[in-house]
């Protein structure tokens, strides 16, 4: 697949979404047909193969709490972190008292902490809970009230649901398309289901889209991954540790947590707990497996399942979204965990723009539309937005929110704009050059290089050991899903982590450039072993030396094969989006002392270079927490120094896409 440039287009009703907006956002907050919400607890929907999954309803009611029988469009939320805890977040939340306190109360923290913010940022999480974001992850009592069923549903294996934990595999997607055609057949459905949701609920939307149930008529994914294996997994060959133990343990404990209600009333139900001793520990043994397995010939059948391509989780893990044709509003972030998925989700989806939508936050997993308000030159409420989506979809109503994009993007640090597509037309693609000359922007670093448009004349090598300072990095915020991000001396300014890196960076731009799309890291590089880790990111350098993380991507260098008929390449042949293949047959050990050539492919972006500014290319040879080396290919690498060979023949580059070259 080529890259060109593209014509741009006009778009109509901006970022805030003009008069159409306030009139979703009046609709969403009322007044509503509806005075209260009737909630069913634990309802049991009967699997095709005989497992139970539990569900809360949540249906319109009158003012005196009963259901109304109106038919309403029905919502679906497949959760696996029990449906207690939506419970309680709705309840807390939207409360008529608890509620408005709890905005005022995180608005008062954001304003003590505004003092402070060069040791912490706490509004990073207060601006989610104040601007609606939580909603899309619990039950939006206001959607329900406007005319909406909203269902929650344990998926199997976890809350209350019966049946062992299947991790986005096949079993659980068939669950998700029998639930949607169990909610369209009851009585107080008018047969049109949308799916809702963030991150496990979004990834479930996905895949339940990707089969095209005929009473699926929207979705509206928050923070959806569409590869798992290259999102949190395993990106670029080495395991997720900053995210995966820590979401597999709340997953795991979750799910042992028993009904207590039914305990007291004697309906317990005892499949139930025989399947949870059956199966307490889902995906451990694959865990320890990738961190204690001493070597390649000793990888055990649970784990070779995930470096093969045809085994059932690689094949249950891919979005196919190639195949959905369901109206789909996708909502992400620059830096969060599934960042790798969601541009390349949008584009494979085959709708027009307007029927498909792309919203691109920059900040990370937890921090769920945050900064969202629909004042300043800010999108709509993700909650508003959601309504509107449902709205239009399931209801008919011609409120504008397809005109409404289709691209909703927020420049990294910067402002939000309206685009036709991403990444945006107009790019150009091109190559700087990575060379020993002293930039003297960067003398804490290990060195400190130039980016250039020639390629420099230099021979020798530059090293740069294994080190632990990404754990202080953007990237180490982003796998810990922006609980690092809290410490803005870490996600916002790479210095303390550049300690550890080789630096390469340009003279300052003389005018302001847009950067948007992929980048590709090509090195020239040796080992003194069979194996290594390289690690790269693309940095806005500030004149007063603050260097912030644009992109950043990494690969361990026996897996550096990637799929040509996946990957993106520009023009000229540079490949700028490598899918690597990340399987154990497709391994090359580098031969030590011999040069070999790695691409390392950084996640997409959107970012302004303001003149005075510079761009920069961080190189690292680790990258904690966001990924250790699998335990065999670690042993391999024997965290031994890696070098870039410079060669003039051979030249290192980051192939980059700007609105204007760089001269």
């Given at each position: 697949?080529?890259?060109?440039?593209?014509?741009?287009?006009?778009?109509?009703?901006?970022?805030?979404?003009?008069?159409?907006?306030?009139?979703?956002?009046?609709?969403?907050?009322?007044?509503?047909?509806?005075?209260?919400?009737?909630?069913?607890?634990?309802?049991?929907?009967?699997?095709?193969?005989?497992?139970?999954?539990?569900?809360?309803?949540?249906?319109?009611?009158?003012?005196?709490?009963?259901?109304?029988?109106?038919?309403?469009?029905?919502?679906?939320?497949?959760?696996?972190?029990?449906?207690?805890?939506?419970?309680?977040?709705?309840?807390?939340?939207?409360?008529?008292?608890?509620?408005?306190?709890?905005?005022?109360?995180?608005?008062?923290?954001?304003?003590?902490?505004?003092?402070?913010?060069?040791?912490?940022?706490?509004?990073?999480?207060?601006?989610?809970?104040?601007?609606?974001?939580?909603?899309?992850?619990?039950?939006?009592?206001?959607?329900?009230?406007?005319?909406?069923?909203?269902?929650?549903?344990?998926?199997?294996?976890?809350?209350?649901?019966?049946?062992?934990?299947?991790?986005?595999?096949?079993?659980?997607?068939?669950?998700?398309?029998?639930?949607?055609?169990?909610?369209?057949?009851?009585?107080?459905?008018?047969?049109?289901?949308?799916?809702?949701?963030?991150?496990?609920?979004?990834?479930n939307q996905i895949q339940a889209a990707n089969k095209n149930p005929a009473a699926l008529k929207a979705i509206f994914p928050v923070e959806a991954g569409g590869d798992l294996l290259r999102d949190i997994v395993a990106p670029g060959g080495a395991l997720g540790v900053g995210f995966l133990p820590l979401w597999?343990?709340?997953?795991?404990?979750?799910?042992?947590?028993?009904?207590?209600?039914?305990?007291?009333?004697?309906?317990?139900?005892?499949?139930?707990?025989?399947?949870?001793?059956?199966?307490?520990?889902?995906?451990?043994?694959?865990?320890?497996?990738?961190?204690?397995?001493?070597?390649?010939?000793?990888?055990?059948?649970?784990?070779?399942?995930?470096?093969?391509?045809?085994?059932?989780?690689?094949?249950?893990?891919?979005?196919?979204?190639?195949?959905?044709?369901?109206?789909?509003?996708?909502?992400?972030?620059?830096?969060?965990?599934?960042?790798?998925?969601?541009?390349?989700?949008?584009?494979?989806?085959?709708?027009?723009?307007?029927?498909?939508?792309?919203?691109?936050?920059?900040?990370?997993?937890?921090?769920?539309?945050?900064?969202?308000?629909?004042?300043?030159?800010?999108?709509?409420?993700?909650?508003?937005?959601?309504?509107?989506?449902?709205?239009?979809?399931?209801?008919?109503?011609?409120?504008?929110?397809?005109?409404?994009?289709?691209?909703?993007?927020?420049?990294?640090?910067?402002?939000?704009?309206?685009?036709?597509?991403?990444?945006?037309?107009?790019?150009?693609?091109?190559?700087?050059?990575?060379?020993?000359?002293?930039?003297?922007?960067?003398?804490?670093?290990?060195?400190?290089?130039?980016?250039?448009?020639?390629?420099?004349?230099?021979?020798?090598?530059?090293?740069?050991?294994?080190?632990?300072?990404?754990?202080?990095?953007?990237?180490?915020?982003?796998?810990?899903?922006?609980?690092?991000?809290?410490?803005?001396?870490?996600?916002?300014?790479?210095?303390?982590?550049?300690?550890?890196?080789?630096?390469?960076?340009?003279?300052?731009?003389?005018?302001?450039?847009s950067v948007s799309g992929y980048s590709n890291v090509r090195l020239n590089t040796v080992l003194d072993a069979t194996d290594g880790y390289w690690t790269a990111t693309l940095n806005d350098v500030a004149p007063d030396g603050t260097s912030k993380v644009l992109s950043s991507g990494q690969v361990m260098v026996?897996?550096?094969?990637?799929?040509?008929?996946?990957?993106?390449?520009?023009?000229?042949?540079?490949?700028?989006?490598?899918?690597?293949?990340?399987?154990?047959?497709?391994?090359?050990?580098?031969?030590?002392?011999?040069?070999?050539?790695?691409?390392?492919?950084?996640?997409?972006?959107?970012?302004?270079?303001?003149?005075?500014?510079?761009?920069?290319?961080?190189?690292?040879?680790?990258?904690?927490?966001?990924?250790?080396?699998?335990?065999?290919?670690?042993?391999?690498?024997?965290?031994?120094?890696?070098?870039?060979?410079?060669?003039?023949?051979?030249?290192?580059?980051?192939?980059?896409?700007?609105?204007?070259?760089?001269?």
């Open positions: 697949m080529v890259i060109g440039v593209a014509p741009a287009g006009a778009t109509t009703l901006g970022v805030s979404g003009g008069a159409p907006a306030k009139r979703w956002a009046g609709s969403h907050d009322g007044p509503h047909p509806y005075a209260g919400v009737a909630i069913t607890w634990d309802v049991p929907i009967r699997m095709s193969d005989g497992t139970v999954l539990r569900a809360n309803i949540y249906r319109p009611a009158d003012r005196n709490g009963r259901a109304v029988t109106t038919k309403t469009p029905t919502v679906v939320n497949m959760m696996p972190y029990t449906k207690l805890i939506t419970a309680v977040a709705a309840e807390v939340t939207q409360h008529p008292v608890l509620g408005p306190f709890l905005i005022q109360l995180v608005t008062a923290i954001g304003q003590v902490a505004t003092p402070i913010k060069g040791l912490a940022d706490i509004t990073e999480l207060t601006n989610t809970a104040r601007d609606g974001g939580a909603r899309n992850f619990a039950v939006d009592y206001d959607l329900v009230r406007s005319g909406y069923t909203q269902i929650v549903v344990d998926v199997r294996g976890t809350g209350f649901s019966q049946g062992k934990w299947d991790v986005f595999q096949s079993r659980e997607q068939a669950d998700s398309v029998e639930v949607i055609n169990w909610a369209a057949r009851q009585r107080w459905s008018t047969g049109k289901v949308g799916m809702s949701g963030v991150s496990y609920s979004a990834i597999l343990t709340l997953v795991n404990t979750t799910k042992m947590v028993p009904n207590v209600g039914s305990l007291l009333n004697g309906t317990f139900d005892w499949k139930w707990l025989a399947d949870r001793v059956a199966d307490p520990f889902t995906f451990y043994p694959q865990l320890f497996a990738a961190l204690l397995t001493p070597d390649i010939k000793s990888v055990p059948p649970n784990l070779k399942a995930l470096l093969e391509n045809g085994s059932e989780p690689r094949q249950s893990w891919q979005d196919n979204a190639e195949k959905i044709t369901t109206p789909t509003f996708l909502y992400g972030g620059w830096f969060d965990l599934f960042t790798n998925s969601e541009v390349r989700m949008y584009n494979k989806i085959p709708l027009p723009p307007g029927k498909k939508q792309l919203m691109m936050g920059d900040g990370y997993h937890l921090t769920i539309g945050g900064g969202q308000t629909g004042r300043n030159g800010t999108p709509p409420r993700l909650d508003v937005l959601q309504k509107a989506w449902f709205d239009k979809w399931l209801k008919g109503i011609d409120n504008g929110i397809d005109k409404y994009g289709p691209a909703t993007l927020k420049q990294v640090g910067d402002a939000w704009i309206s685009a036709d597509q991403f990444p945006r037309a107009g790019m150009a693609r091109q190559r700087l050059y990575l060379g020993d000359r002293r930039s003297g922007t960067a003398p804490y670093a290990v060195a400190d290089g130039s980016l250039t448009t020639k390629a420099p004349a230099s021979h020798g090598r530059m090293t740069v050991s294994p080190g632990v300072l990404t754990l202080c990095s953007r990237d180490g915020a982003q796998q810990t899903a922006g609980a690092t991000a809290l410490f803005p001396w870490c996600a916002k300014d790479a210095r303390i982590s550049e300690h550890n890196a080789l630096t390469f960076t340009t003279p300052p731009m003389t005018r302001t450039r026996s897996l550096r094969n990637y799929d040509k008929s996946r990957s993106q390449f520009a023009p000229n042949g540079d490949v700028i989006d490598p899918f690597y293949t990340l399987t154990l047959s497709s391994r090359q050990r580098a031969v030590p002392g011999r040069p070999v050539a790695v691409d390392i492919g950084l996640l997409p972006t959107e970012a302004l270079i303001k003149p005075g500014h510079r761009l920069r290319v961080d190189v690292f040879a680790m990258n904690l927490p966001r990924g250790l080396p699998l335990r065999p290919l670690l042993n391999e690498s024997q965290l031994k120094p890696q070098h870039i060979q410079l060669d003039p023949q051979n030249p290192s580059f980051v192939n980059v896409p700007v609105s204007a070259p760089i001269t």
